[in-house]
Nanobody, 118 residues
């Protein structure tokens, strides 16, 4: 079992920055792919960014150049640095993990709210 706890959400003005953290416990996630998802009201959940165990990353087109995903395996933690935030980035952000590319994300955090005011 893996438990994921997100933190770092909040209210920020457009153009501002936030850094989300996702702390894993229960077992190490160093060999797992970690992802950040978001879901805005009335919209489907979407993948924002992901990082493999080897450090390869991918991003949604809407956040490329503004968001950066990283991981600290010693701390069993993954981060999402969000810069140049826009009102359309407002959503609940979730951390999730899967064992390898192609598998399903099988553990999820409870989510953290990010609100960007215009």
């Amino acid at each position: 079992q893996v438990q994921l706890v997100e933190s770092g959400g909040g209210l920020v003005q457009a153009g501002g920055s936030l850094r989300l953290s996702c702390a894993a416990s229960g077992r190490t996630v160093s060999r797992r792919t970690m992802g950040w998802f978001r879901q805005a009201p009335g919209k489907q959940r979407e993948l924002v960014a992901a990082i493999t165990s080897g450090g390869s990353t991918n991003y949604a087109d809407s956040v490329k150049g503004r968001f950066t995903i990283s991981r600290d395996n010693a701390k069993n933690t993954v981060y999402l640095q969000m810069n140049s935030l826009k009102p359309e980035d407002t959503a609940v952000y979730y951390c999730a993990t899967r064992s390898h590319i192609g598998s399903s994300y099988d553990y999820w955090g409870q989510g953290t709210q990010v609100t960007v005011s215009s």
